[in-house]
């Protein structure tokens, strides 16, 4: 996606130099972005999810407005180490995963082997499959393993 977008702000506007920049307190994500942004760190940052009506409410106590520009749909990716030959997981799947009632591999069509869930700090996370964040971040089960960012969960995963 960052490929698309740079290249079209890129062509319309060769006076501006992307740099991206990663949150010095916080794991990468759409929150942390935002909150640059509010602080006056960012000129301009991507997110997947639309502000929310205190992050509006903050850009106009600062005395400025954000302009949000859809460029795509957000969506889940779902990443299961291939050796495990799982045929397919539904979200109810997921969220049995993540509320600790699926716990092994064996329960949705893998072999014998304990679930290791991945997940981003309740708090950093853009998605949540459970209804509503407090929900999710009351109910995630304890062996809930969680990562910096998506990369790092991939690396671990491999």
């Known amino acids: 996606m960052r490929q698309l977008v740079d290249s079209q702000i ?3 506007r060769r006076e501006l130099q ?3 920049i990663n949150p010095t307190n916080d794991s990468p994500g759409s929150k942390a972005g935002i909150q640059m942004l509010l602080n006056g760190e960012l000129d301009f940052a991507q997110s997947s999810r639309s502000l929310t009506p205190e992050e509006s409410a903050m850009a106009e106590q600062q ?3 954000l302009e949000q520009r859809q460029v795509g749909i957000d969506g889940i990716a779902v990443v299961v180490n291939q050796a495990l030959k799982v045929p397919g997981l539904t979200v109810k799947h997921l969220q049995q995963i993540y509320l600790g009632q699926i716990t092994n591999w064996k329960q949705v069509g893998g072999p014998d082997l304990a679930i290791a869930p991945f997940s981003e700090y309740p708090e950093n996370a853009d998605t949540v499959l459970l209804s509503g964040k407090r929900v999710l971040e009351q109910a995630l089960i304890s062996n809930v393993q969680y990562v910096y960012s998506t990369t790092e969960a991939l690396r671990r995963l491999s």
């Open 63 to 65: 005395g400025f407005t």
């Open 10 to 12: 890129q062509g319309s």
């Open 18 to 20: 992307l740099r991206y």
